[in-house]
């Protein structure tokens, strides 16, 4: 039995994790839940799964699910610190760092520091402090395994490679919804449009940044750390079928490469399987109803996060927790409908010119970052 906390266990993530839990309830057992603000998703949840602790970030929420849930031996905790104490308990194995953002960085490294295997969601986490918590895994013996779904397919197209030299990855790309218009047309476009992604279905903020391609860029940071790739040999492919989910170019120049239909169960079920597969109760890939894939370029000039994101790698040191929290800023402004899209890149850009920067940045640099570059973004958005 693998027993398993999901933090962030109400999100489009956790949710995906429950269900292949509950597919799998001979192998896998949640042990911990948690939730932000919905309280009674938290609830539902803990009732069907009885893990062993629960915790509601929000701690005014904290006697809602206590008397929800007085008649179950659980426990519940309240508040972001109890978000690290719950990944240490020793009945916890594996942990799905399924939260959102820069608050997913304190609960990961606390379960890297207690050893636990990572089923890493929480891209931000690599984005904002790649080199620290990659040394700190290495030191602690604690594997981080990919759940974003083009890391999953690099890491199955690596397995059984042993020390073969990655030449180039190819990282596909959707484009988002707004992949067809033009500078003109995105001066225009809205939040709600946004937020209708063509493939895929996920929490908000991530559909934001899909559709601005800063997840794209973020991706690039996060393969740069879990797979030791220079960002020049990291090859953005737009892929509109997002049926290829990315791919290895090798010495020899063989590609490999894993495909599937668009459904994130697929990872994060091999995160927890690896290196067996299970059998997974979903939808099959059928290449003759597809048809033809299609590759492109991707455009910085229109999709300007994502050559942001390269320009922030190459700067290295705390510039990409710089880009992070400018574009957590500007992307709930976009959201909100308090700036436009061609703004946000604006945001991003100046923000990385104004913040302190540190070639050289600690677990405090980032925290302190973190809250200097959000203030500037906030400016700016107004
Ligand atoms: P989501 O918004 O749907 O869910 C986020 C979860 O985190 C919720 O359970 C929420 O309660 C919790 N949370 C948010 N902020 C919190 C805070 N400050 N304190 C405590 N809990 C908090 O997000 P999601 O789409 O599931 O994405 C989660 C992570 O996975 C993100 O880093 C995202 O980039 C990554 N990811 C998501 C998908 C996807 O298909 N959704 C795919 C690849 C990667
Ligand atoms: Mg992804």
Known sequence: ??????????????????????QHSDLFEARVLTANNNADLLISQ???FKPDAVV???????????????????????????????????????????????????STISAIKAGKTIALANKETLVVAGELVTGLAWKNKAPILPVDSEHSAIFQSLTGEGKNKIE?????????????????????????QALKHPNWSMGAKITIDSATMMNKGF?????????????????????????????????????????????????????????????????RLNLFDIGALHF?????????????????????????????????????AFREGRISF??????????????????????DTYYDTDVEARRIAEEFCQ
């Open 342 to 363: 061609p703004k946000l890149s604006e945001v991003l850009e100046i923000t990385m010119q104004t913040a302190t920067f540190s070639a050289t940045p600690t677990l």
């Open 296 to 332: 492109e370029h991707p455009d910085f000039e229109r999709f300007r996060p994502l050559k942001l994101a390269y320009n922030a790698a190459h700067k290295g040191g705390n510039m990409p927790c710089i880009l992070n929290a400018a574009n957590e800023v500007a992307n709930l």
């Open 56 to 106: 509601i970030a929000n701690e005014s929420k904290y006697d809602y699910v206590s008397e929800a849930l007085s008649d179950l031996p659980i426990k519940v905790y309240a508040g972001s610190q109890a978000l690290c104490d719950v990944v240490e308990m020793p009945s916890v194995d594996v942990v799905i760092a399924a939260l959102v953002g820069f608050a997913g960085l304190p």
């Open 1 to 22: 039995m693998k027993k398993i906390a999901i933090i962030g266990s109400t999100g489009s993530i956790g949710t995906q994790s429950l269900d292949v839990i509950r």
């Open 168 to 192: 180039k990855i190819l990282l596909t790309a959707s484009g988002g919804p707004f992949r067809n218009l033009g500078q003109e047309e995105l001066a225009h476009v809205t939040s709600e």
């Open 219 to 283: 991706e690039m940071i996060e393969a740069k750390w879990l797979f030791g790739v220079s960002p020049d040999k990291i090859e953005v492919v737009v892929h509109p079928e997002s049926i290829i989910h990315s791919a290895v170019q090798f010495e020899d120049g063989s590609v490999k490469a894993q495909l599937g239909v668009p459904d994130m169960r697929l990872p994060i079920q091999y995160a927890l399987s690896y290196p067996d597969r299970l059998h997974l109760e979903a939808s």
């Open 46 to 48: 803990a009732r069907e």
